[in-house]
């Protein structure tokens, strides 16, 4: 076929078909692109990630450790018995209550399994001075609770889950467990301010 004898609606078809399949290809990487990124915006944004089991409770330090230091406003480390059927649970919550002032407290909710340990935790903490806080049960959807404010003594949290772990729950330190965390900064900074975003969020 002769240049001459190929027609303009030809011409047309073969442009607007180029065009498709160049805005298809494009399409599909940055759509492949938006994929591959998915996996680090949520570890930037501090989601809940859960370990394999670990085998000695002293893994659990540096966990309680990191939250209290880059850990953002409502972050939180809870320990559990890797066991599927145990609702046994130690939970540390961050707060920052303005520039500067944050720390990390045990916040132990009483729910029905936990009526018989909550008392032995508040005698625990009431026999060493410990700073301790109940919240009455006021209805139905706020149930009582234990708050124990650890500041920012990651030892002495430790500390405390170590007791309630092994005297109050009756579990051995190799008892195997998992460590749930949402709220971590990714990048190890100290978060000490009440609105403080990621530093990966800057630099994106």
């Not at 298809?24 to 089991?53: F, H, I, T, W, Y």
Request: charged content about 25%.
């Amino acid at each position: 076929m002769s240049p001459h004898e190929i027609s303009p609606s030809y011409l047309w078809f073969t442009l607007v078909a180029s065009f498709a399949l160049l805005v298809g290809a494009v399409a599909l990487d940055s759509g492949r692109r938006r994929l591959s990124r998915l996996p680090r915006q949520a570890k930037r944004q501090g989601g809940r990630r859960q370990d394999p089991e670990n085998r000695e409770l002293a893994q659990a330090a540096p966990f309680i450790a990191y939250l209290l230091r880059s850990g953002f406003r409502g972050a939180w480390v809870r320990l559990r018995p890797a066991a599927a059927d145990s609702k046994l649970a130690i939970e540390f919550d961050k707060y920052i209550r303005g520039p500067g002032d944050y720390g990390i407290e045990l916040v132990f909710p009483v729910f029905k399994w936990a009526r018989d340990y909550a008392p032995q935790i508040e005698a625990y903490c009431r026999a060493r001075e410990l700073p301790l806080r109940v919240r009455p049960k006021l209805s139905s959807h706020a149930r009582e609770a234990l708050f124990v404010d650890c500041g920012r003594d990651a030892e002495l949290a430790f500390e405390l889950a170590r007791h309630i772990w092994t005297e109050i729950f009756g579990l051995a330190t190799s008892t195997p467990h998992r460590i749930e965390r949402y709220g971590l900064s990714s990048d190890g900074e100290l978060v000490d301010q009440p609105d403080q975003k990621p530093m990966s969020f800057s630099e994106a």
